[in-house]
């Protein structure tokens, strides 16, 4: 019998509505079966650029790479694959994430003079 069951997306990460994610967090997507890697489809908008996928042997998982991510940013990821048989997920996978902030400057006051 084929296979007809749609692919799956185990747990996100960075996980939906996330925050404080690092700037140079990978971003990991794990299926629930094997996929076809060419099928997949990730992207960001506000796109960081610089995209590097690397498959689990079981192309099961791809952990995704990329540019830093700009400070303070919420992104928005989009997901959409096809498993080795073809079969697409039932509908693209959508979740938001939100960057560290920039740096902040601390001031000190300084101490009077003459103490």
Do not use: K
Not at 103 to 114: C, D, H
């Amino acid at each position: 019998m084929p296979d007809t069951t749609p692919l799956e997306v185990e747990p996100l990460s960075p996980a939906d509505g996330a925050r404080d994610v690092a700037l140079d967090a990978a971003i990991p997507v794990a299926f629930d079966e094997a996929m076809e890697p060419l099928s997949l489809e990730l992207t960001l908008a506000r796109d960081p650029g610089g995209w590097r996928y690397r498959w689990n042997a079981a192309e099961t998982a791809v952990t995704a790479t990329h540019t830093r991510f700009a400070a303070g940013t919420t992104y928005t990821a989009t997901v959409q694959a096809r498993d080795s048989a073809g079969n697409p997920l039932a509908a693209p996978v959508v979740w938001w994430f939100t960057t560290a902030g920039a740096a902040r400057n601390v001031y000190l006051p300084l101490a009077p003079s003459g103490l």
